[in-house]
Each structure stands twice: as structure tokens, then as C-alpha cells.
């Protein structure tokens, strides 16, 4: 069967994830994807499957971090996650390593992609984490604010952004600065549901 | 103390009938005087202590039960009587026995019997003393009765008459010293706070109050609402405010100050609330929305010169400075809180540790719950406020206004903040960010309770900080939070329990919220011993040692030793107890060693062998460890099996070598306890010979703590018992230390090296050094001390002294009064007394002339009423010997 080859491919080098939990996926994969009318389209979820699944699943609110995700996810770039990135991606959120979870943060809240977060970006990121005060002349003051009390944590290197080194340090350093611009990993909660047995998960999983 | 009380007391008025005495800040200083005076009576003046009044003081009290006391007065009347509901105290040595058993509910117990006998003196003294203001001839008739007979009763009451008239006038020394600093408000002074809170006040987020009312519309003339029959109480009108956070309250306005009354539908007058100075301090004490609105309010108000009216009421001092031009300009200034606390970075940090650290020592030491009171420091003036103290008012303000994210970044922020450091601990807490710490625990968002953890247990290892916890309702939370299946976030509560409960309100509130069963829960974890741990099973472990941390802080209460004793703790510690590393050992052990104290945790630790456990790291390399296994062993030994079992396990040698370390004073204080304990055993003690542990415990009795010394001299009281050890300690020069010891105070000291000198004595050669250093003298006069247990063991020490000096006769008569004096001791009550001075006495009375002195001084009265009592302390006392009883009796026929 093509399934279990795939399995067997993935399972050799994401071995993470155990190869039972990667045929779940799979599995579940194909209950998400609706088979395409088109024979020859891309099997895969487009932007906006994938964004309902990251916002119904795991709780993911934040459009611009779901954008991300979503490019996270779709290595290929080709607007589409297919059954491999699917489970690659998967197997960061559900059973990653610090380091990879790391990267993975990295690269999502590196907006632009030139391996530096930014103060724009950062900016970009937190400008609507704090509750708008009308007694402030300057609504983004606040932001600002934050966004440097940020770099003054994270940025080790004082070159006023932040590189994977300098991420990775603060990490490693306080633990909760993992997803430090926004939600971008699944929930605790949520983990624990998704990682029930598969017995118990067949009487849970509604979606 | 008569014309304090009715002068300067504050008697409720409002009540009909006796009228009660309230505990205001006057009254509690004025009760605690009191309870000063009565408690030392006894010891000051044992005298007049056993005076019987003629008329009984009572008290009303909870107990149920109905109890007398052994001592009886002439008549046969019970000196204390205690039944359903009323204490019945005849004398001044029972009265003071009575407020020593209270303990912390002295206060009330006083305020009980103040209550229920308007003048105490009366009922002291008889109704011929009563108070009269004025001229009293009361004294000068008292002298003429004295002058014409000489009734020694009369004499007595004299003394009382004027001990009390001394209490009396010291009582109004200090209610004047009190009453002097008392503001008095104005009609118009609450009128205008009022008018001024109103402004601020209405609908929406940002007022100080939702509203404030008078109950009255009408005003009087004279500026007052309150209607006139109250104004007579000074009372000036009566307030319902809304804040925003708690229920309605209902305040009256008085001269006196403002408190709240217990108004629900109709105006109840009582007071129900301590008095503050004015309006806002009393809001601010009620509502935390209030202080928090308050300081937005001035940074909201357009008016500059309203704002500055605002300020004037609130802080007097601190905010001199925003009368000056600069605050236009830099309108953050403003934004400062006004309640500033704290000042003075570098001092008061230090002397916190060090109040602290004592604190400490005496809760783990013993039995005593002390609270830590940490005084509040006020903010004299106006100081420049470090820049971490916007930094962090900053931080706070993101917390509260953020979303997970920012707060979570907030939160690391803050962390990078010396929160070890007081001005850092108190800046959070007055911006207000200890309740939002508090509140974000009570969150979903797991990372922000780690955050918010993370700090709070840095910070709760300030006391102040402890106690703001502990009132935000913090403790049930984090109780709550260890039922989380997040380990790491179990930990974290367990932790800044452990730092939080180290005062006894706390860790009641632990247990009464079900955290001392949760906390026992976290121990179990997997067998200790296993080698290779999965990083889950690592965690488990850590998971424990913090459960155990947390248990070793709420195990200073008696009542959750018992609760963890009851939630399975005992069985989970032994299995802890096997560990092999230090961090998990200590908070185990010290958790062990507290409990100790109680009886069933003993007879636990012996049959749950968690003895060769402590014995094996006594040897370990923390001393902290070694100080909690060796006080664990001192506690325990006091069982025989106990100390054999630590002897079968080699725990002997350890403890022999670390008494060498006599830098760690904590350390060698428990060493030497568990020394002491173990030489209970004869076998033991034999071992401690063997490992020269003798000549070691010789050298420490000199420059010691007095923690120190009492167990060492206990120590070598039980060497002493054997022939060989007596001349050990001869001969490394233990005795001249050990006589100059008979001049110290302490009692427990004192009790020790009678015993050891005792048996020292039994060596004529050591009783020649004794003799030589005027031993017997101070033993004797030690006779004179006020303690029982003192008296018995030097009368006891005293036998082996008269029997081994020589010319025992002649160095006994040439103590002046001391016949007389051990004589005497045969009216105490104390039956080991009796028992140590009738030994005593046996032996003095081998000498002829000696015996003569004593009849003289009525013996043999004394003995034969006691001979019911002595033939009975005779039968059950090995230490007299028969043959002794039979010859003083001969002696007692020929002379009597």
C-alpha cells in the first residue's frame, strides 16, 4: 500500500514520532483533505483549510502568526501543505525537541524571512498585545516600550535585533520566551488531548 | 491601677448595662501593661504572690470543664476555681499561673476579668480600697491597722496597696503618652474630605468610589449630622460608601477618628472597625481599587490645584513635593502611588535578615509559633525613588493590560530585576503587582502562572511580602495550583508555600485548605535507589523535594504535624529518606526532625528504621544536614531502644568527631543534645569514653552559647554516673568550669550542672576541688531559686556533697540562714523538691549539732505533716535509701 510507505519513509526520518502516531496522522490528514475534483491538484490543504484546522484544533487566534505557521509549515512554498509537511510539521508541534521547537518559532516570527527578527517586526507582532489605555497621547507608546524591553532581554549581542543565536540563548535561558511574539506551538491542553492513545482518541476526536 | 481604668479605659458607651472594654490600640497597650504587672508578680515578689484576697477576682472564660487547684488558703478554699463558665483566681500567684496558661489569648482573658470586675482593687484588697478620686486615706488607715497589730496579713496588703497604686500611676503615664497623639476631627474637616471624595466619585471604571452618601440630609448648626444624642459621643455623621470592589460600607465620622459601625438597615452604633485618622486611610485600608484609582485620579485631573487639595488630605508628608512648579512639567511624578512605604534601601534590608534568621532559629528550636512582626517602615518625607521603581510600576502596568504575550514578556522582564533585593520586593508590591501576580494564578494560561510563580518565589523571601501574599488569598490558590498536571508548575507552588508558610497564620491556612494532604501527596514518587531515571521519573523526584520543602515550613505547627501524620506522610518521608542526595535530604530530614517533637513521630522514626538512615548522614558533607539528623537523634533519644539503635548503627563515632567542629555553633547545639540523650544508656556511654568524647564535651564548657552548654553539662551529668568518668573529668580540669557554671541564670542550665556537679561529688577527690571552690555555697544559695526543678536538683546535689566533705557539719552551719532556708523548702508543693530536700536533710542531720539547729527551726512539724506525702515519696524514690528514713526517725523520737 502507498500509505505504509510513506509511513515507513517518514517514520525513518521523523522518528520522533512514533509510527503509530505517524499513521494517526496521516490518517487524520486524509479526514481533513477533501479530495480534490481535479485529479491532477496537489493533494494538500490550502491557507485557508490549514488556518481553520490551526484556529478550531489548536486554539490559534493571531492571523499574522497563522499566516506564518502556514509558511512554516509549507517548506515547498508551494501554498499548499502536503501529507509530508503535514506530519513534519506535526511532529514539531506534538513531540519537538526544544531545539527544534525553537526554529520553528524562529522562522515564524521571522516575518521577512532574512533571519533576523526585527524591531519592526517585533513591533509588528506585539501591537496588539496590550489593552489600549485612552488616557495615553501615544496609543503605540506602550508597544514601543515593550518591544524594547524585549530587546534589552533577548538581544545579547546589542545590535538592536534579534538572530537565531540570540533567540536561542534567551530561550534556553527562561523557557517561557519560546513563543515569545505570539502563540505559534498548540496549547498544553490541547497537547495532552491530541496525544491521548489512539483507542481513546477514536471516541474523543469530533473533528 | 483603679483610676486608670476608670479614667483613661475606653468603656463602650453605646451598650447598655456593664458596658465592655474594647480592645482600641489604647486599651489593648493598657491590658498588656497590666498583664505585664500580673504575670512577674509571682517571681518579683513571691511574698505577696501567696497573699489571699479576700474577695475572688472572676473571669468569664470558654472552658468547660470544672477544675480546682491543690493550693488551698486558710479557710480551705480552692485558690482557683474554674467552672462552666467563670474562673474564680484567689490569689496572685495562681492569677499570674492562669495568665502564663492563656498565652496568646492573655489579652483576652485580661479584658474578660477587667470586664467583669470594674475595680479590681476592690476585690483585691476588700471594699474598704475602693477608687476615689480625690484624697485617699485608704493607705494612711491601712498604716495605722498595720501600726497597732501586727497581723502579717495587714502587712501584706500594704505592699499590694502600693504596688498597685504604682501600676496604677504607670497605666496613666502611658494611656496619656497615647491619648496626647490622638487627632481630633472637625465637622468641617470631614466635611470637606467628603465633598472632595464625591468629586472623584460615580459611575464608571475610573473613580475612586461608585458612590458616596450621608445618611442625613440635615446638617445642624455646629456642622454636624449625627442626631444630637450622639453627637454627646462626639460622633459627627455617618457615611455609606460604595467602593468598587467590596460591599457598601457604613462608616460614622467621629472626633475621635473613623471607623465603620454595623449598620445594615438601621443605624447600629457599635463600633466595628479600629479607629483610622481619616476617611481615605480607612478606604484605603478597605478597598484596593480605591488606593489604585485614587493614584490614576490625579494623573486624569485637568485641575492641577484640585488634585493638589487631594493629595494634601491623603499623605501629610509625601507629597511635599508636588506643590512645586516641577509637577506641570513632568506630570508622571504624579502617577506615583502615594502609600510609599519604604526608604532607606541598605539598613533595613539587613536588619530583616538578621530579625529573620533568629526568627528562625527560635520557631525551629522549639515549640513557640511566634508570629514575625515586621514593623512597618513608613516613608518619612520625600526621598528620590530608585529608578527600578518605575521600571517595575512600568512592568506591573504591562501585566495587568497585556495579553498572554506581553504579559509573559513583562513577566521575564522583571525577573531580571534583583528581586533579592528589598527595595525590588516592596516596589512590586507597592505598585500593586503582588495582587496581580496573585490573580494571574487564578488564570487559565499555564505560562503565566509559571511566570507569575517565578517571581513570587524570589520575592516571599521577604516577611512583609509573606504577609500581603498570605492576604490577597494567595496560599489557597497555589494549594489549588498543586493538583496541576503540570510538574513544573507543581513545583513552583510548592516552593513559594515553602517561603511563604513560614509563619503560623499561613501554614494554618495550608492545612485548612487541604494543603498539607496535597503537599504529602507530591512525595511519592518513584523508589529512590533505582540507577537509571527517566527524565519523567527525575522530575517526579523533584516534584517531591519540593512537597518536602513546603512540609518542612508548615511542620512548625503542631496541628499539621498531626495533619501530615494523618495524610500518609510518614511511610512517603522514610522512603524520601534513603535518597542519596543532599537537597532532597535536608528539607526530608528537617521536615522529620520538627516533627519529632511529637511522641507518635518518635515511636514512627524508631519502627519505621529510619534511625540508621539519620546515624548514615550524620556523616555526610552538609553540615545543615548533619545539624537536622543529630537534632532529630537528641529528640528521639529520649527513648532507650532509640539510643540503642543509633549505638547499633555506629551513630556514635559520627557524633564524637563532629563535636570537634565547634564553628557551627546550630551544629554543635545539636550534637551535643544528641550526646546528651545518648548517655542516657549506659553502653553508650562507655562508647563515648572510647572515642575521648569526654575530654572534647570538658573543653566546650567554656565560651559556649547557653544552647550549647546545657546540653554539654547534660551530657556530662550521665558520663558522671560512672566512677571512671568523674575522674576523666577531674583530670582534664572539667570541675572549676563546672562550679563557676552554678552562677548562671538559665534554668534548664542550672538544672544540668547541679545534676553533674551532683555526681561529680560523689568522688571525695573531686569533692575536695568543689569543696575548695566554694561549691556547696552556691549550690545552696541556688535553693533560693525560684524554680522547682532548680531547687530539687541542687538539694540533690547537696547530699553527696555533705557525705563526701569533710568536716560536712561544720561547712553546712557556716552557711548563714541556710538551715533555715532548706528547712523552709519542706512547705513547697513541688514532691520532688520535698522528696531532694528531705534527702538532703537526712543528711544533715547526722550531724548532732546540726540536727539541734534544724529542730529549732521546727522540723519536725513540718516533716510529721508531710509524713503522709514523704513515706509515699520515700516508697517510690530509689535514691533514699531505707536505713536513712529509719535513723533520721530514730533521731526525730529522741528529740521530739
Not at chain 1, 490528514?29 to 494538500?44: C, K, M, N, Q, Y
Not at chain 1, 519560546?178 to 496549547?187: I, N, R, V
Request: hydrophobic content about 40%.
Amino acid at each position: 500500500m502507498k500509505l505504509n510507505i510513506i509511513t515507513s519513509v517518514i517514520t525513518f526520518f521523523y522518528f520522533t514520532v512514533n509510527k503509530i502516531e505517524v499513521e494517526c496522522l496521516i490518517k487524520l490528514f486524509h479526514t481533513l483533505v477533501v479530495e480534490p475534483s481535479d485529479r491532477h491538484a496537489i493533494i494538500g490543504l490550502d491557507r485557508n483549510m490549514f488556518r481553520n484546522i490551526l484556529h478550531v484544533t489548536f486554539g490559534m487566534t493571531d492571523d499574522m502568526i497563522m499566516d506564518r505557521v502556514f509558511r512554516a509549515f509549507d517548506t515547498d512554498n508551494d501554498s499548499c501543505v502536503s501529507v509530508t509537511e503535514w506530519v513534519e510539521g506535526l511532529s514539531i508541534f506534538l513531540r519537538g525537541t526544544l531545539e527544534e521547537k525553537m526554529k520553528y518559532c524562529f522562522e515564524v516570527y521571522d516575518l521577512n524571512g532574512d533571519g533576523y527578527i526585527s524591531r519592526e517586526e517585533m513591533f509588528h507582532m506585539l501591537k496588539n498585545s496590550l489593552l489600549k489605555q485612552p488616557s495615553e497621547e501615544d496609543p503605540d507608546e506602550g508597544i514601543k516600550d515593550l518591544v524594547e524591553i524585549t530587546l534589552k532581554k533577548m538581544d545579547y549581542d546589542h545590535d538592536g535585533k534579534l538572530s537565531y543565536t540570540d533567540f536561542e540563548k534567551a530561550v534556553r535561558d527562561e523557557n517561557l520566551l519560546l513563543e515569545a511574539f505570539g502563540p505559534c506551538l498548540p496549547d498544553i491542553k490541547v497537547l495532552n488531548h491530541f496525544c491521548m492513545k489512539p483507542g481513546e482518541k477514536e471516541n474523543t476526536s469530533a473533528y | 491601677m483603679g483610676v486608670a481604668l476608670t479614667r483613661a479605659a475606653q468603656w463602650t458607651s453605646a451598650g447598655s448595662g456593664t458596658g465592655t472594654l474594647e480592645l482600641t490600640p489604647l486599651n489593648e497597650s493598657l491590658l498588656n501593661d497590666i498583664i505585664k504587672f500580673a504575670e512577674n508578680f509571682s517571681s518579683r515578689h513571691p511574698q505577696e504572690a501567696v497573699f489571699f484576697s479576700l474577695y475572688e477576682v472572676s473571669f468569664y472564660s470558654s472552658s468547660g470543664t470544672t477544675v480546682q487547684s491543690e493550693e488551698r488558703d486558710k479557710d480551705g478554699q480552692p485558690l482557683l476555681l474554674l467552672t462552666a463558665s467563670t474562673i474564680k483566681v484567689r490569689s496572685f500567684g495562681q492569677l499570674s499561673r492562669l495568665l502564663h496558661v492563656a498565652m496568646e489569648k492573655k489579652l483576652k482573658e485580661a479584658q474578660a476579668c477587667l470586664q467583669a470586675n470594674r475595680d479590681p482593687i476592690v476585690k483585691i484588697l476588700g471594699p474598704g480600697y475602693g477608687t476615689i478620686e480625690g484624697e485617699d486615706m485608704s493607705m494612711l488607715r491601712l498604716l495605722d491597722r498595720m501600726k497597732k497589730d501586727d497581723d502579717p496579713d495587714t502587712e501584706i496588703k500594704m505592699k499590694i496597696s502600693l504596688l498597685l497604686q504604682q501600676l496604677d500611676m504607670q497605666l496613666l503615664n502611658s494611656s496619656l503618652k497615647h491619648i496626647s497623639q490622638k487627632v481630633r476631627l472637625s465637622p468641617a474637616a470631614v466635611k470637606n474630605e467628603v465633598d472632595l471624595l464625591k468629586h472623584f466619585s460615580g459611575e464608571g471604571e475610573d473613580t475612586v468610589l461608585e458612590s458616596l452618601e450621608y445618611t442625613s440630609e440635615y446638617e445642624f448648626s455646629n456642622g454636624c449630622r449625627a442626631p444630637p444624642w450622639r453627637q454627646v459621643h462626639g460622633e459627627i455623621c455617618y457615611l455609606i460608601v460604595k467602593p468598587h470592589d467590596t460591599d457598601p460600607l457604613y462608616i460614622t465620622c467621629s472626633t475621635a477618628g473613623v471607623f465603620l459601625n454595623g449598620e445594615k438597615d438601621d443605624i447600629d452604633y457599635e463600633r466595628k472597625s479600629d479607629i483610622c485618622k481619616d476617611l481615605i486611610t480607612l478606604l484605603r485600608e478597605r478597598s484596593p481599587k480605591f488606593v489604585e484609582n485614587m493614584a490614576k485620579q490625579v494623573f486624569d485631573a485637568e485641575d492641577v490645584g484640585q488634585a493638589q487639595k487631594f493629595y494634601d488630605y491623603s499623605e501629610k508628608n509625601v507629597f511635599e513635593k508636588t506643590k512645586s512648579p516641577l509637577v506641570k512639567s513632568k506630570p508622571i511624578d504624579k502617577k506615583l502611588e502615594p502609600s510609599l512605604k519604604w526608604k532607606n534601601v541598605g539598613l533595613p534590608a539587613s536588619q530583616d535578615k538578621v530579625s529573620e534568621k533568629s526568627d528562625e532559629i527560635s520557631e525551629s528550636s522549639s515549640e513557640s509559633e511566634e508570629d514575625e512582626e515586621q514593623p512597618e517602615r513608613h516613608q518619612e518625607g520625600n526621598t528620590d525613588l530608585p529608578s527600578e521603581y518605575w521600571q517595575i510600576q512600568k512592568l506591573v502596568k504591562y501585566i495587568k493590560g497585556g495579553n498572554q504575550t506581553a504579559t509573559v514578556i513583562a513577566l521575564c522582564s522583571m525577573r531580571d530585576f534583583n528581586l533579592a533585593q528589598e527595595t525590588c520586593q516592596l516596589a512590586i508590591r507597592d505598585v500593586g503587582g503582588l495582587e496581580v501576580l496573585i490573580n494571574l494564578l487564578d488564570t487559565e494560561e499555564i505560562k503565566c502562572k509559571i511566570g507569575s510563580l517565578k517571581i513570587l518565589k524570589e520575592i516571599s523571601q521577604n516577611s512583609q511580602i509573606r504577609r500581603t501574599i498570605a492576604d490577597f488569598g494567595g496560599l489557597q490558590i497555589m494549594v489549588k495550583i498543586l493538583d496541576s498536571p503540570d510538574k513544573d508548575l507543581k513545583c513552583l507552588a510548592a516552593e513559594t508555600i515553602a517561603n511563604v508558610a513560614r509563619f503560623k497564620r499561613a501554614r494554618r491556612t495550608v492545612r485548612q485548605y487541604g494543603g498539607i494532604k496535597r503537599l504529602v501527596g507530591l512525595l511519592d514518587c518513584v523508589p529512590l535507589g533505582s540507577a537509571n531515571l527517566t527524565p519523567r521519573q527525575e522530575k517526579d523526584i523533584e516534584v517531591a523535594r519540593c512537597g518536602a520543602l513546603a512540609l518542612w515550613s508548615c511542620s512548625k505547627s503542631t496541628k499539621n504535624k498531626e495533619a501530615i501524620r494523618r495524610a500518609g506522610g510518614i511511610p512517603l518521608l522514610a522512603r524520601l529518606l534513603k535518597s542519596p542526595h543532599a537537597n532532597m535530604l535536608t528539607p526530608v530530614v528537617g521536615t522529620l526532625q520538627e516533627c519529632a517533637s511529637e511522641p507518635s513521630y518518635r515511636l514512627a522514626i524508631k519502627t519505621e528504621r529510619m534511625i540508621e538512615n539519620l546515624v548514615k548522614n550524620l556523616s555526610g558533607e552538609n553540615e545543615e544536614l548533619q545539624m537536622h539528623c543529630a537534632s532529630a537523634i537528641f529528640k528521639c533519644a529520649e527513648d532507650e531502644e532509640t539510643r540503642d539503635l543509633v549505638r547499633h548503627h555506629g551513630g556514635l563515632q559520627p557524633l564524637a568527631i563532629l563535636l570537634s567542629n565547634s564553628e557551627n555553633k546550630e551544629l554543635l547545639a545539636a550534637v551535643t543534645g544528641a550526646i546528651w540523650k545518648c548517655a542516657i544508656s549506659r553502653e553508650n556511654v562507655t562508647k563515648f569514653r572510647e572515642y575521648k568524647a569526654i575530654e572534647t564535651l570538658v573543653v566546650l564548657l567554656t565560651d559556649q552559647p547557653e544552647e550549647v552548654l546545657v546540653n554539654v553539662v547534660g551530657a556530662l551529668g550521665e558520663c558522671c554516673q560512672e566512677p571512671a568518668n568523674r575522674a576523666i573529668i577531674r583530670k582534664c580540669g572539667g570541675i572549676p568550669p563546672l562550679v563557676n557554671l552554678l552562677t548562671g541564670t538559665n534554668k534548664a542550665l542550672l538544672v544540668n550542672v547541679t545534676k553533674a556537679v551532683g555526681a561529680c561529688a560523689t568522688e571525695p577527690e573531686n569533692m575536695m576541688i568543689i569543696d575548695r571552690l566554694d561549691g556547696v555555697r552556691l549550690l545552696w544559695s541556688l535553693l533560693k531559686n525560684p524554680h522547682p526543678d532548680v531547687q530539687a536538683s541542687a538539694a540533690w546535689a547537696i547530699c553527696p556533697c555533705i557525705e563526701n566533705a569533710k568536716d560536712a557539719g561544720e561547712m553546712v552551719r557556716s552557711f548563714v540562714g541556710g538551715l533555715e532556708l532548706i528547712v523552709s523548702l519542706l512547705k513547697s508543693e513541688n514532691k520532688e523538691v520535698l522528696a531532694s530536700v528531705c534527702a538532703a536533710i537526712t543528711n544533715i542531720a547526722k550531724d548532732e549539732e546540726n540536727l539541734a539547729v534544724i529542730t529549732d527551726h521546727g522540723v519536725v512539724p513540718l516533716l510529721s505533716k508531710l509524713a503522709n506525702t514523704v513515706s509515699e515519696i520515700f516508697l517510690n524514690n530509689d535514691k533514699l535509701r531505707k536505713p536513712k528514713l529509719l535513723a533520721l526517725a530514730t533521731e526525730k523520737a529522741k528529740y521530739g
